[in-house]
Nanobody
Framework: QVQLVESGGGLVQAGGSLRLSCAASGRTVSAPAMAWFRQAPGKEREFIAAISRGGAYLYYVDSVKGRFTISRDNAKNTVYLQMDSLKPEDTAVYYC?????????????????WGQGTQVTVSS
């Protein structure tokens, strides 16, 4: 049973924008916190941003602050990641994840459900 489905990835030039979406279903609909991670080839999966259900908690990794925005539409059971001013180093597979831990953690192991990932490629 698929719980989280990402979409919106693609190829974009440096300086461009993309918006990723993550549709939740089943048990993940009630998850108190959702997050985005990314994994580049040969690197570990990296925390990007997290948001709690009501938006009280909002976290970003320093490398994306001011460029990426995480948001959540609970009526649509969807979490978004708006990515602006993209750089080649943002190239990675992006994953959304759900957790019942608050405040939202930054560790991969703290997340219970994961999507299949969507590829983002930024050309220079």
């Amino acid at each position: 049973q698929v719980q989280l489905v990402e979409s919106g990835g693609g190829l974009v030039q440096a300086g461009g924008s993309l918006r990723l979406s993550c549709a939740a279903s089943g048990r993940t609909v009630s998850a108190p916190a959702m997050a985005w991670f990314r994994q580049a080839p040969g690197k570990e999966r990296e925390f990007i941003a997290a948001i709690s259900r009501g938006g009280a908690y909002l976290y970003y990794v320093d490398s994306v602050k001011g460029r990426f925005t995480i948001s959540r539409d609970n009526a649509k059971n969807t979490v978004y990641l708006q990515m602006d001013s993209l750089k080649p180093e943002d190239t990675a597979v992006y994953y959304c994840a759900a957790t019942w831990t608050l405040p939202p953690p930054r560790m991969v192991g703290e997340y219970n459900y994961w999507g299949q990932g969507t590829q983002v490629t930024v050309s220079s």
